[in-house]
C-alpha cells in the first residue's frame, strides 16, 4: 500500500491514461535501433573501403564487415523478446501489404543480411581457401561450402571477386540506408506520437546510426589491437575519426533541428514535447544527450581537428570521444523510444520509467542481448580473421 | 570459354534466386484461404470471433438472481459499475442457466487493492468531478483510522457513501461533503438520485514544472 502512496503525485502528472502509465515499448525496442545502427555505421567504413576506395579505411575494413554481419545477425533478437508470440513474425511476412511497416522490415533485414553474408565470403575466399587446403574431414567440407567449392586464387578469378564484391558493396549501401532509414521512418510513422511523428526521424536515424557504428569501430579496433599487442594503425584512426566528425556534426544539427522546428512551428502538440523535454527528460536529453554527450564530444573533435596532438594521445582521444558518442547515441535511442512514451494521449500528462534489473526487458536482459553479438563475433573470427597481416596479392 | 570459378558463382547467385522464387511460391501456399476478402485481414476471423462464446452477462443477469444486492447497488454511487468487474465473470458461475460455481469473495487487503484499481490518485486519468481518488496511507490517516483498516469497514462496496449517511443519521455529525465538521471539502455535487453527495478537490493545473523538481 505504502508503494501507491509514494508514486503518486510526484512524478505522474496531470491526466495520465490508465494504458499510457505503463511504458510498453521499453529497453528492447531501444536496442533494436541501436543495434541495427551499429550495423550500419560499420557497414558505411567498409563501403567506403571496398567501393570509394579510400584506402586508409584498410585495417578496419574486414573488421567492419565482421562487425557489421555478428550485430545484423542479432538485430531482430530485441524485437522477437519483446514480443509475448515471438514466433507469429512468420504471420506477419506472408501477408505484407503497404499498410504494415513492420513487414516491409521484415523483407528488408532479410535482403540486407543476404548481401552481406555474400560480401563477407567474396572478401574472405582467398584466406577460406588456403584455410580449408589444410582443414581435413568435416571442416574440409565447411570451407568448400564457404568458398562456394572454388579454391581458384588466379589473378583473373580474383578480379572477378573483386567485381563482385564492388557490385554487391554498391548494392549495400543503399540496402543499408533503407534498412536504418528504415527503423526511422517506423517511429516517425506512428502518428500518433507527437515527438515521433516527424519526417526528419528517418534521416536522423540514419546518421546517428553511421555515428554509432564508426565510434564503435574506433573503440572496438583500438581495444582489440592494444589487449592483443598490435599496433595501432594512426592513418587509419585519423580517417576514422575525420568521417565521424562529419557525420556526428550532421546527426546532431538534425537533432537540434527536430527540436527547434517544433519549438518555433509551436504546431498542434508543441506544448506537450515541450513539456516533455524540460520535464520527464530534462537530465536525459539536454543534460545526457546535448550537454554530456554531444557538446564535449564536438569540442574534442574540434581539437582533434586543428591542434597536431602525439599520435599515443590521439588514440587515447579517439577511443574517448567514440565512447561517449556510443552512449550519445544510445542515449538518444533511449529519448527517442522511452522518452516518446512518457506523454499521455490524453496531452496532458507524463508518466515515468523504472528500468527494472530482473525484468522480460530488464537491465540483465538487455546486457545478455547486447553480449551475444560479442559472442558471435567472436566465433566469426574464429573463420575470419579480423586483420589482414600479410599483404597478399589480389584486389582486397 | 567460362572458367570454373565463374561457373561456380554464377550456380551460387542462380541458386539463390531459385529459392528466392520458391520462397515466393511457399509463401502463396501458406497465406490462409480467406485473406484479403475484405481487406489485408483473414476474412473467415470475423467470423471465428462471433461465434465466440459469450463470457459476460450483464448485471441485469446478476441482479435477477440477487434482489438483496440489487437494493443496495441502484440506489448508490457505484450503480453503472458491472457486477462482473469485481466478482468475475458471468460465464465463471452460470452455464444454460444453472450454477456451476461460486465466484470468490474479495476480503481484506485483496479489497482495498480492488478499489484501488479505479480509486488511487496514482491513476490520473479521470477527472476528479467523475471519481474520487484517494492516497493510501494518507486517507485513512486523514480519517483518523487504523493504517490496516480495508476499504469496506468503512464504504459499503456496493454503495460507497450508504454507511457513511447511516453514522451521519444517527450521530448528527457531517463527515463529508458540503459544512462537513470532520474534512475539509471544496464543492459538493450531488448524484443524480439525490442519495448521495460526493467531493470533489480543486483542479490540478496541467503541465507544471514544478511537479519534476
Redesign the interface.
Known sequence: ??G??E????????????ND?HVHWSMMIVLYPYITGLVDGAFIIAALYYLFDVKSFKPVARFSLLFALAFLSCATIPLLLHLGRPERNFNM???P?P??AMAGFGYIYAISM?VLLLIVLFVYRPDLVRRGRDAKGLMSFFYRLLT???D?L?E??LR?DGK?IRFLVGLGIPVAAVLHGYVGFIFGGVKANPTWSTPLMPVIFLFSACVSGIAAIVVAYIFIRKATKQSVDHNCITTCIKTLTGFFILAFCFEMLEVFSHSYLRSGYH?MVE?LL???L?NSFWLWQVKICSVIPLILLGVMAFVPLKEKFYTTVAALVSAILLLQVFIMRWNVVIGGQLM?K?A???TTFHPEWFDKEGIIAVIGVMVIPFIILFILSRIFPFWNNRDEKGVI | MISKHALRIIIVFSSIAIMAGAGLVIKLFLIPDSFGVYGAYRADAIEEEANRAIRHGTNKSCLSCHPYEASIHLKGLHKTISCEFCHGTFADHIDNGKKIASLPVKKGDDITTLCLRCHNTEIKARSSVVIKTVAMPDHLRKQKVKETHSCNQCHHVHAPLKHIREAERISGLKISGKGANLTGANYTLFSPDGNENIILTPPTIPYSKEVYK
Open positions: 500500500m505504502q501507491f502512496h508514486g503518486a503525485g510526484m512524478l505522474i502528472s496531470n491526466f495520465v491514461l490508465p502509465l511476412l506472408l501477408t501489404n499498410s504494415s543476404g562456394f567449392d572454388s581458384d588466379s583473373s578469378a572477378l563482385i506544448h513539456g524540460n520535464g520527464p530534462q499521455s490524453s496532458r500528462g507524463y
